[in-house]
């Protein structure tokens, strides 16, 4: 890419495997909200930033690489730029992977209302600012919710709406978590995958992690977890 081409999808990706197929150390950030924090749900079991982190140092054996999961369960975007420097700028990332939205389209009494196109703009601010820093952006859709038990979180088609408008707009890495769980469930929520209406379980972490591994072209010629977390996917969908 030259000095005065603009970023893209595209060329963030051929950069990311230049990266990876050269020596130099690299700093990871996976940031979001609980169901990035992987708290709870996994019920022990490996969340996709955990996944991700096996793949990276382990698989490739990038043993110097660092992954950082800085989610925070219940967050919402505007706390994440609130405190970017720490969850993000400190750790001097080569990529920066954001999965959010569950909490900031909450319709609950009590919650600050938010308007899809505010956060898809509060979205573009995240881009510019981790672009700013040389780093590359990668934005993924939250998975799928079953709204008629999750009240209050029923805008969730609109909110992944606003992420796939913003990476289309920023010409960003986009992982359509949304529609693969809507793929694996059939057109409907992928009930094997989840633990509540909103949070995914192991198997659903298993799913996400394959889902952001294969867009970001990890996956060595020789895999033992692959197959793993297929398995593992294929197990809960039979379930």
């Known amino acids: 890419m030259s000095a005065e081409a603009s970023p ?3 060329s963030d990706l051929a950069r990311l495997a230049e990266m990876l197929a050269g020596a130099e150390p690299l700093n990871w950030v996976i940031t ?31 043993t110097r690489d660092i992954v ?8 919402r975007l505007t706390d994440i730029l609130g405190d970017f420097d720490r969850r993000v700028a400190s750790w001097s990332p080569a990529v ?39 780093a590359i952006p990668v934005l993924q859709t939250p998975p799928s919710i079953d709204v008629p038990n999750a009240p209050g979180r029923e805008r969730i088609a609109e909110f992944a709406d606003a992420v796939r408008a913003a990476a289309a707009s920023g010409d960003v890495v986009l992982v359509d978590q949304n529609s693969r769980f809507a793929e694996l469930g059939g057109g409907g929520v992928p009930w094997g995958l989840m633990n509540d209406p909103f949070h995914p379980n192991a198997a659903g972490h298993a799913a996400m992690a394959l889902g952001l591994a294969t867009a970001l072209g990890i996956r060595p010629p020789v895999s033992r977890a692959f197959p793993l977390l297929e398995a593992q996917v294929l197990a809960a969908r039979l379930s």
């Open 8 to 10: 893209s999808a595209a």
């Open 32 to 62: 979001g909200d609980s169901i990035t924090h992987g708290l709870v749900h996994t019920q022990g079991g490996r969340s996709y930033a955990e996944h991700l982190h096996e793949l990276i140092r382990g698989e490739l054996g990038r």
């Open 68 to 75: 950082v999961n800085s989610a925070i369960s219940g967050h």
């Open 96 to 134: 920066v992977t954001l999965m959010i939205g569950t909490n900031d389209l909450s319709t609950n009494l009590g919650d600050p209302f938010v308007e899809p196109e505010d956060f898809a703009a509060a979205l573009r601010e995240f881009v510019t600012r981790v672009r700013a820093l040389g």
